[in-house]
């Protein structure tokens, strides 16, 4: 992704990328049931890396599995590389969390870029108060052993339904969280910024009064020829 | 609905409008699992101006769908009256939106008293922002052409379980919205503003110390007379 | 318990109370899918008092069954004793109201330690206001009487899928509310207190840029040394 | 109950008896989502004994507590009275069983009228093949101690969302589980067995090519008259 | 549709149908959560004829509204064409039914094709036992007035997630129902049956051991030749 | 494992396999919302080979995914070691197909020993017929390519909520499926080998009329003093 796309993609809402995406036909791409632990003036950007939780087996995950420092949870926080949002396949379960806010920390420290879960964390009121955005189904304070055990890395998941591969880009803001794959990211971050200029004019031509029809989308000629000019204005 | 009617449900709460549906048998009258997206200081209040989604076939529904003015969503939007609530019937599925800001916004200028859908807006955090209330299950950014298809408009319909007829009067407050069926709002509204007054008298008596027995209904014979003395002291 | 215990629970997070508990062999203790109604500055503690509800039956719950000064919504209010915190079996059906800011005043005023409902209340934003605790799972406007019966209190019952035996202590924090059995919640209280001091020493290391490795859990000798030297400087 | 009532309840079928409770304003007494384990010529027929489960606290649930003769779980099955029917309160949650083949064939030999739970059994392919009704959820081979801890029996509970109170008359056919309220069970008996005549009438009159219209319900004069042949002729 | 079309979809399994109809960017055409009430040797194919429930306002749906020969659930199954397939939107709830035994029957009676609800029917072993398929999510015995009104027919729908149209071809075999939107019934029946032909000789030459790759797709060439011969050696 | 423990596995039921293993402090060892779909004479016991689905993409699963031999799906069933089981993981989804009758008839060529997912299979009336064990929560026509991508095979996995390891022991009967960690699985064969023969004591003398009370566990002496005279008799 070129650095360009990133200052894009921070400015652009995921309601516009996933109409992009979905003019690409790509329909799955919003993950479901995840919201911010807190409203952010500029969205989450960053490539994906994964990590995936399957279901505990009592016997395998004491208190102790901690002490082992390549334990995939822990090891997953130190790896996770700088500017990467951490995405977590919690198969959809938020009733046992999928970190706390000493590891959501860690990553914030390590200069990750976020964090996203389809189940909960715990300590999240902490979490909401970190700089680091954070996404959640809902919070969950039971520690991640009581029902998720940590397996492994950086491979394809699920997270909320949609398809993760590392490295696929992930855009949060202020509802949730779009991921778009890593090839067509450049080309999704160009189109959804021109999106937002247009939506912007369209915008204050609604709050000027103006019908939605012929002018979203710009089926008349007059709203073509505005919003050129309204780009000149406002130089955009 | 008198015009005294709108005054009255602006100011009572939707918990004390069930309690008086539910003395008529009317049960099902509380839009299940929909929450306002930003508490305001007087009620929602309007008849109701439906519209129906049904699950989207994905031929039908190319990008290129909007470009007809008489796409039920958007021409919903403009024929909604000045005054109305639009209800709008997504199958309480929030895997796509409903509508966006910019409809939302239009909805706005022209008029409308609020926006309900048992399924979810895109761009929330901006239309939690705009002046006019909407109700919503949770945000939801994927156009609604992902999953949704708008069939027609100003039917009867169901949202969140319950069934909404054309010009139902529909009152939203700060945990969410009831709808009462037209031919009774008046009588209802004159019963919850009745019921509200009784309801203060009690929050006074219950900060003061006193037991909810007796007092809450009041059974005991000195609440009611109590209650008489409260209504003069405070012009209600 | 002892009042110490008390006074350590009011500072101590649910989760690090869910890993002591988990340590113990207790996995099944946050009430799930629940959340406070407020953000407060100390924890809801105090033992449960309990009440069920039954789904209604509709020729047994007119609205006439509150004047029953018996009716055992009304009495459990009115039983509960000073200091304890109401925990409603609500089936986990927010469909229809716990209770309402009345019954929630009440309790307050008779110094109740909080309420939790594994379903909803109504008048909910006032709720949210009052100086109690609440936890619930959604608003809810419909009185309770439209599918909850009142049934018996204090007496053992499920909330969120968790057991609360009446006497068990219930902790409420930011993001959930743990329960606690009461023949531990002492020793449960020393070591979550314990636990605190270290989670803050090891958030401090964190934020100075120390890696979790070896850090949390203690694996290096270093890091206990480092934490002994912190308690002596911080006094904990 | 009758014993008339007995036998005609256990030859009508639970649709007919959810209209009868329909007409007295009892909507919700068909136990959701609950089906038989095998299909039978006559319906099971008997009062309500309740059992009433809440989630297991793991230390007070190892496979020791079997060994107390008065754990609640057993010490139902052997106090059920003769020709009831056992309706278990299992929260909804067949994840772990409510009971295995061993209980339901003592309570088989003690005359129990049949077996509800709300959860599932485990060895049900077994009980299907025994002499007594049995209806759940889903199977469910793991042991109740896993998640369901039996508290008490013979009060009154909610099982699939009805209210069930001790000694209320207990139906149940090939598609499921009607709930009577126990005064009214003689008439509603005597109402169902009427209309399941005129059902009977009815289903002829389709078979011979009648419309429905004016047939079901009877709003053609001539209706009721062939009616009343078709019972002379019928004997009934 | 041609009735060769017809012909064709009899026998070709719904599985093979939404892969056609996938490869035509068709994903959402499998009704879910949908089964028969019983095996039949051939599939149930015909034009959907539709009918439409909102939840239902228990003031409007007294027992005595299906003395209105006009009430819609009884009116469309007077007017539901000959083979044609009855599809009821009930907003996938079937906590009341879609419909009971007499009413199927009288359908059955007009030589309707089959009926499908994503709700439930009532008298459901009756109806497993008519000529006539049916499918259904679970039985359910409440009449429908408890839980669904009856509003229109002939009209686009939902149903088990899936659009349906009036007139589109359903198609039902032993494990569920499809849907075709009318305008490619046709080629769908021919691409189906063509596709049938070749699942056949593939399903036999794995019977005799061969491996599934290169075989099924036939990405080696002898695949092709080997199926050519298999065509004409079996008349296909 | 022993082949006598394949043998003693295959003949005992799931829900004595789960007590042995929540002896063990397992506890989540039964596959959740699966069900066999045909009764055999035997269990199906062999070990785990798992497959991993994630969410499909749509740019990633053309119907020409196929072609490629090595596509995890086609692969997994041509690797699946003689005698061991199938097991996927299709997060709980079953909206679209994990498999068909082709693939299954090649494994059950191929010497598998059956076939479990937590999704659906198509062809399912088919698969039932088959000479090979199969579990799935609900049958689904769709092609996996619809919403499941096939992606990596032989690695740790959930399927219903439980962990499964390649090599862990699966047992499936009449009602379900569970999971036995390789290392124990000898120790839980003859464990459950022992139950059984207790059980099946048990069950003769419950026929007789004894009450479960001091038998059922064997508390009382007689019991078992009982049990090693019928255990002589019975040869067992």
Redesign the interface.
């Known amino acids: 992704m070129k650095s360009e796309s990133r200052e894009k993609l921070a400015k652009v809402?995921?309601?516009t990328?996933?109409?992009a995406l979905?003019?690409?036909?790509?329909?799955?791409?919003?993950i479901?049931?995840v919201?911010p632990l807190s409203?952010r003036e500029e969205n989450m950007v960053g490539p994906a890396f994964t990590l995936r939780y399957?279901?505990?087996?009592?016997?395998?995950n004491p208190?102790t599995v901690?002490?082992n420092?390549e334990h995939p949870q822990?090891a997953a926080?130190?790896k996770c590389p700088e500017g990467h949002v951490m995405v977590i396949d919690s198969?959809q379960d938020p009733?046992a969390?999928s970190a706390?806010?000493?590891?959501v920390?860690?990553l914030m420290?390590r200069g990750g870029a976020g964090i996203v879960t389809d189940g909960g964390f715990?300590?999240?009121?902490t979490i909401a108060g970190l700089d680091i955005p954070a996404y959640q189904q809902?919070?969950?304070?039971?520690?991640n052993?009581?029902l998720h055990?940590a397996?492994?890395f950086d491979?394809?998941?699920?997270c909320g339904?949609?398809?993760v591969f590392p490295g696929d880009i992930v855009v949060g803001?202020?509802?949730?969280v779009?991921v778009i794959?890593a090839d067509i990211a450049d080309e999704i971050a160009d189109e959804a910024h021109e999106m937002t200029a247009f939506?912007d004019f369209?915008?204050e031509k609604?709050?000027e009064?103006r019908?939605?029809?012929?002018l979203?989308?710009p089926?008349q000629k007059e709203t073509l020829a505005d919003f050129a000019e309204w780009r000149k204005k406002n130089g955009r």
């Open positions: 809402s995921c309601a990328l996933t109409t979905f003019k690409r036909g790509l329909r799955n791409v919003f479901q049931n919201q409203q399957i279901p505990a087996r009592e016997d395998l208190i901690f002490q420092p822990r926080i130190e198969r009733r969390a706390g806010d000493i590891l920390r860690r420290k715990r300590d999240s009121p809902r919070p969950s304070s039971p520690t052993l009581t055990q397996m492994d491979i394809p998941i699920g339904g949609v398809p803001d202020g509802e949730g779009v794959p939506e369209v915008t609604v709050m009064g019908s939605i029809i012929g979203y989308p089926t």
